[in-house]
């Protein structure tokens, strides 16, 4: 299957047996550090043009002493004149660019064939659209992308004749798992699982959750993940998130996706068709699957991971994902049958909220009841654009800040 109608099968297996130079943005996140892993094991076939981060300054170096990619990208001055001072001392030739608009030219640079987008959070989407309007093979792991762009995300990357991979576990495996004739999804698909892990407090009484603190939340029990990304697991925003992007991927009507949760998470999500029937992928918990999928598709590398054996494997247990535990999840359904731009008031509302959690201002139930209030108090104007979207979010995220202030922890 091609995530794009405009990109073939023979396209894509042409594009993939030719050496590809990479821009990985978010290079020392946990996806930018697996990606790198996985290229590091086929240099036959991938070459490091380009990377980024935020202020890892060390790791950064290292990444551009064994990749020696032509340029790095900081994302503040102070970090990148580090970087660059670094990369003098030690000889290496790469180029450190620092400029409002650096991730937007390395993700649409010429010699550019794919582009990793593992940036977490709203600041992801414009590099993507560059490089989706400069027609690029996009790895998708910054779901925010769809979430606050999602139609204009989508109509780009249709116009342009872009490339779109889901590296997601979950979205990676539905989109092993449909047919590659898309114009038959209609007929054929009856709805799209996504699995859910259930974060760390699955079991825990929710009278409780007011007592959980950032280092509990950020304990994830089959994942090492960013912290923003751990409690979005813990609170299941995360799968919140998934399901609207989701939506847009595969252009399915959101009643048509569901949740389930899969504590093992061996079966990384499953599609049911109209007689059914169910497919579903499974495989170690281990972002390199999907990372080397999405490399290499629709060929097959060694992605580092350990096989399966079935040998060994407990029993694979399945649960409803309870709304009281899990209140945010069903937001995204809501969201998404609301106004268009909602899902960028959810989103941006959820960072803030998140991030006073981290910063301890904030309780761990109150996250929800922030992004709650948020989305009750802005109604989103009518959106055309991509600054439309940049002016929406930061609209929601100062309502968001507001509310948060006002449960703030003392």
């Known amino acids: 299957p091609a995530a794009d109608p405009a990109a073939g099968h023979d396209a894509l297996l042409f594009r993939a047996f030719m050496k590809q130079k990479i821009t990985v943005l978010g290079s020392t996140g946990s996806i930018g550090t697996n990606t790198l892993d996985v290229v590091a094991r086929h240099r036959e076939h991938y070459e490091v043009f380009a990377l980024s981060a935020a202020t890892q300054v060390d790791l950064m170096l290292r990444q551009c002493a064994e990749f020696k990619p032509a340029y790095a990208v900081m994302a503040s001055a102070p970090h990148a004149k580090l970087l660059a001072e670094q990369l003098r001392s030690n000889g290496l030739a790469t180029e450190v660019l620092q400029s409002p608009d650096a991730l937007e030219q390395i993700a649409s640079h010429p010699e550019v064939d ?77 709805s799209l699982l996504l699995t859910a892990s259930g974060g760390p407090f699955r079991l825990r009484d929710p009278a409780t959750l007011s007592e959980i603190t950032p280092e509990q939340a950020c304990a994830h029990p089959n994942f090492s993940m960013g912290r923003k990304i751990s409690v979005d ?29 899969h504590p093992q998470q061996i079966v990384h999500s499953m599609v049911q068709f109209k007689d059914a029937s169910v497919l579903a992928q499974l495989g170690t918990p281990d972002m390199r699957v999907p990372i080397a999928c999405g490399l290499a ?114």
């Open 114 to 190: 794919a582009v990793m987008a593992a940036i977490v959070g709203a600041a992801g989407l414009a590099p993507c659209l560059a490089a989706a309007r400069a027609g690029k093979r996009l790895l998708l792991a910054n779901k925010e992308a769809l979430v606050v762009g999602g139609a204009l995300f989508m109509d780009t990357v249709k116009r342009h004749g872009a490339t779109l991979l889901p590296i997601d576990s979950e979205h990676s495996a539905i989109f092993q798992c449909l047919p590659e004739d898309r114009a038959s999804w209609p007929d054929r698909v009856d």
């Open 233 to 261: 697991s813990a609170t299941m925003m995360n799968k919140a998130l998934e399901v609207i992007e989701a939506r847009w991927l595969f252009d399915m009507a959101p009643d048509k996706i569901k949740v389930v949760i």
């Open 297 to 410: 598709w629709p060929r097959r590398i060694a992605s580092g991971a350990a096989p399966l054996d079935f040998a060994k494997l407990s029993a694979l247990t399945f649960e409803e994902a309870d709304a009281v535990r899990f209140p945010g999840l069903h937001l995204s359904w809501q969201a998404l049958r609301a106004s268009e731009g909602t899902t960028a008031v959810l989103n941006a509302s959820n960072e803030v909220a998140v991030a006073a959690f981290l910063e301890r201002r904030l309780a761990f139930d109150r996250i929800h009841a922030v992004n709650l209030r948020t989305l009750e108090t802005l109604l989103p104007p009518t959106l055309g654009s991509l600054d439309d979207l940049l002016a929406l979010d930061a609209q929601a995220r100062e309502i968001a800040h507001t509310m948060a202030r006002q449960w703030q922890l003392q």
